[in-house]
């Protein structure tokens, strides 16, 4: 539960975070990603930790 709470918080300070930015007139650009590419290399960098806990992690993203 503890744990939960912790990452609640985190993904509330992250929204928060990105409101400020928006009311301070930043400008953000926008850009295309492939985000098969995006996905990839997040589990490739996820996967390390994943085998040491035992975890299995993959995507079927590219199949769509």
């Not at 928060?16 to 926008?30: A, D, Q, W, Y």
Request: proline share 0%.
């Amino acid at each position: 539960i503890i744990k939960s709470a912790d990452e609640f918080t985190s993904f509330i300070n992250k929204i928060l975070n990105f409101m400020k930015i928006e009311s301070s007139g930043v400008k953000l650009n926008l850009q295309s990603i492939d985000i098969n590419k995006v996905i990839e290399k997040s589990i490739e960098m996820m996967e390390y930790d994943a085998i040491t806990k035992n975890i299995g992690i993959e995507s079927d993203a590219s199949k769509n």
